[in-house]
């Protein structure tokens, strides 16, 4: 059964930081693109970084660009996505997903996280 199961969601105040995790089963992680997105509330989906499935390249939103960090672990078949500087506007249920194709493309089930004082 494929699985994406995200966790390090929460409440974080701003200039705090987080770690997202996303651990894959039931496919062979190390083949897929990982990518993370998110949603605010009212707005539409937006891609926020996005990792080769080696690892060796990655790009990013502009808007997190020099903040947050993408990285994998083959391995442990686990996507993470290093928020720092957190700003009120990182306000969003974050999804993480894998994708290979059209007929192999995954998401995890979304974890808020919420930039708040």
């Known amino acids: 059964q494929v699985q994406l199961v995200e966790s390090g969601g929460g409440l974080v105040q701003p200039g705090g930081s987080l770690r997202l995790s996303c651990t894959a089963s039931?496919?062979?992680?190390?083949?897929?693109?990982g990518r993370w997105y998110r949603q605010a509330p009212g707005k539409e989906r937006e891609l926020v970084a996005i990792?080769?499935?080696?690892?060796?390249?990655?790009n990013y939103a502009d808007s997190v660009k020099g903040r947050f960090t993408i990285s994998r672990d083959n391995a442990k078949n686990t996507l993470y996505l290093q928020m720092n500087s957190l700003k009120p506007e990182d306000t969003a249920v974050y999804y993480c997903?894998?994708?290979?194709?059209?007929?192999?493309?995954?998401w995890g089930q979304g974890t808020q996280v919420t930039v708040s004082s």
């Open positions: 997903n894998a994708a290979r194709s059209l007929q192999r493309d995954y």
């Open positions: 039931g496919f062979t992680f190390s083949s897929y693109t």
């Open positions: 990792i080769s499935s080696a690892g060796g390249s990655r």
